[in-house]
T-cell receptor
Framework: EAEVAQSPRYKITEKSQAVAFWCDPI?????LYWYRQILGQGPELLVQ????????DSQLPKDRFSAERLKGVDSTLKIQPAELGDSAMYLC?????????????FGPGTRLTVL | GQQLNQSPQSMFIQEGEDVSMNCTSS?????WLWYKQDPGEGPVLLIA?????ELTSNGRLTAQFGITRKDSFLNISASIPSDVGIYFC????????????FGTGTRLKVLA
């Protein structure tokens, strides 16, 4: 069973519209990450949660992006308004637990296209 | 944000050949992870390394945690067409923040 589910898998929107992405990890993972990945590049961290608290959002464009993890399990990432340059893959990841405590597992991602 | 140096940037090889790629940093890491990413999918974890000098295998893949703790290597033996994809390294600094730094990726193409 996949550790992390993400939805939607694909999203096409027009600029200035609002979009939201959802991440649902198997419960018990305290640390959750949102990354943005531009085509051909490595993932770049947007925000890191420890339970329901944000521990790092230094790279999150806070004028238009917001993220929350209200109950410390699933999480949402929102963009309002979307801009052309936001077209990218948005990845959610969790830090493993138990024997894989330093291992980071990614979800399948949401591919966003802004027209 | 900061990204690790990964080389080569891309490589074309014949099926059956061995592949080597590496990742280097100017600072030390406590953990190295290697991922493979297919188009339109999220990265899939291949190998995790926890100690300097550690050599770990996963099938035809072998990865090593460099002695200096500033580099890591991934080898793929007897490549097959499904090895095609982008390989990323990720390093975890000893800062306690659990904030991984990713490499720039190595794009592998296998010619049958």
């Amino acid at each position: 069973e996949a550790e992390v589910a993400q939805s939607p898998r694909y999203k096409i929107t027009e600029k200035s519209q609002a979009v939201a992405f959802w991440c649902d990890p198997i419960s018990g993972h305290a640390t959750l990450y949102w990354y943005r990945q531009i085509l051909g590049q490595g993932p770049e961290l947007l925000v890191q949660f420890q339970d329901e608290s944000v521990v790092d959002d230094s790279q999150l464009p806070k004028d238009r992006f917001s993220a929350e993890r209200l109950k410390g399990v699933d999480s949402t990432l929102k963009i309002q308004p979307a801009e052309l340059g936001d077209s990218a893959m948005y990845l959610c990841a969790i830090l493993g637990r138990g024997g894989s405590y330093n291992e980071q597992f990614f979800g399948p991602g949401t591919r966003l296209t802004v027209l | 944000g900061q990204q690790l140096n990964q080389s080569p940037q891309s490589m074309f090889i014949q099926e059956g050949e061995d592949v080597s790629m590496n990742c280097t940093s100017s600072s030390i890491f406590n953990t190295w992870l290697w991922y493979k990413q297919d188009p339109g999918e999220g990265p899939v974890l291949l190998i995790a390394l926890y100690k300097a000098g550690e050599l770990t295998s996963n099938g035809r893949l072998t990865a090593q945690f460099g002695i200096t703790r500033k580099d890591s290597f991934l080898n793929i033996s007897a490549s097959i067409p499904s090895d095609v994809g982008i390989y990323f390294c990720a390093g975890l600094p000893p800062s306690g923040t659990y904030k991984y730094i990713f490499g720039t990726g190595t794009r592998l193409k296998v010619l049958a």
